[in-house]
Each structure stands twice: as C-alpha cells, then as structure tokens.
T-cell receptor
C-alpha cells in the first residue's frame, strides 16, 4: 500500500531541474508532498486534491494524474536550499489515512 | 505558537524497560499519528487516531500501544522495548486525516 517513489536519489547542480515521481496501486483521493532536511521533521510543501490538478509555489510545482494514480513533483532551477529528502503521502479516500513513500533524497551541489 | 511537541527528544534505554513517549498538540486537531523512520524505509505509520478514544493500527503496530484520552495528547507506549525498535519517531497532527500534517521535532530512541 506504500506509494512508490522514483528515483530513490538524485544529485543536481545548482540551476538544474528535477522530477520526482510518486505512484500508487490504489485509487487516490489526494497526494501530499513533504520535504525533510537532515535531522529535522518533515515539512509540508503542497497537497493536490483533484485529478489533473497542478499546484506550485515559486519554483516547485506538482501534478496529480488521478487516472494513472500518479503524482510528480517538479523542481526547477534548483537551489542549494532544495536539498533534502522528499516524501509523497497518499490518501485513498475522503477520510483516508495518509501513507508515505520511502522518500527521494535530493542533493544540490554548487 | 501552533506546534506539536514530543518528549523526550532523545532516549537510550535497555531491553524490556517500559517507556512512554509523549506527544501534545495545541491546534485542536482531530487527527494524530505516530510514525517511525528508519534508513531506506521512509515514514512508516505505527498508529493513528481520528478523534478522542478512537485509535487504529497503522502499518507497523507490533510492540506499541497508544491511547487518546484527550484531544491534545497522544502518547506512544512501548511495554517491552526491543533493539529492533531503535528508530527515529515522529508524532504528527492535522485537522483531518487527509489534511496537512504538522510534525513534532522527533524522538530518537535507542534500545540496547
């Protein structure tokens, strides 16, 4: 039931783009994205509630394809501060419990 | 300040010695949850609670107990800790199960 994230890890240079994918074997009601810095708690990035919805904040955006049960997180023109582990969390219903993936470790180098 | 607090932040204990990790939130959230985080395994849910007196098992509940007697508190109890429960534990709360989760700072537990 745990959503599958890919890639497991990615290394970027500052200014490069990255895409992190999250897929589920179950029908999804919502997808959440969180970022965790080393030694800290996960922090909320965004939530997507509708199929085909795309949300964004500055240079980080996400899409949700309800039919394919997939979501993607897009990081453009990456900055050093983007480094961390990104988790997607999926919920299978309107009252559904949130289940997290194993995470994608993103490292941005100067 | 709206927050989720956990205590203790660090704990080293021995096998079999009962312990409790407290979790408290001041946001009047209905939903609370416990996760453990191990390298390469992500955040795995231990137990969750939809409301007071309502708790349910997550993916890895064995060896843990919880209670939800008050809305703000959701303690995690290890009756007889074992070394395989050495992990980083996070408590989280949210208005509803599918809402934004607010995480506590984490408790690093070592069981010798």
């Amino acid at each position: 039931q745990q959503p599958v994230q890919s890639p497991q890890a990615v290394i970027l240079r500052e200014g490069e783009d990255a895409v992190i994918n999250c897929s589920s074997s179950k029908a999804l009601y919502s997808v959440h994205w969180y970022r965790q810095k080393h030694g800290e708690a996960p922090v909320f990035l965004m939530i997507l509630l509708k199929g085909g919805e795309q949300k964004g904040h500055e240079k980080i955006s996400a899409s949700f394809n309800e039919k394919k049960q997939q979501s993607s997180l897009y990081l453009t023109a990456s900055q050093l501060s983007y480094s961390g582990t990104y988790f997607c969390g999926t919920a299978g219903g309107s009252q559904g419990n949130l289940i997290f993936g194993k995470g994608t470790k993103l490292s941005v180098k100067p | 300040e709206a927050q989720v607090t956990q205590n203790p932040r660090y704990l080293i204990t021995v096998t079999g010695k009962k312990l409790t990790v407290t979790c408290s939130q001041n946001m009047n959230h209905e939903y609370m949850s416990w996760y453990r985080q191990d390298p390469g395994l992500g955040l795995r849910q231990i137990y969750y609670s939809m409301n007071v007196e309502v708790t349910d098992k997550g993916d890895v509940p064995e060896g843990y107990k919880v209670s939800r007697k008050e809305k703000r508190n959701f303690p995690l109890i290890l009756e007889s800790p074992s070394p395989n429960q050495t992990s980083l534990y996070f408590c989280a709360s949210s208005p509803l199960a599918r809402s934004t989760q607010y995480f506590g700072p984490g408790t690093r537990l070592t069981v010798l």
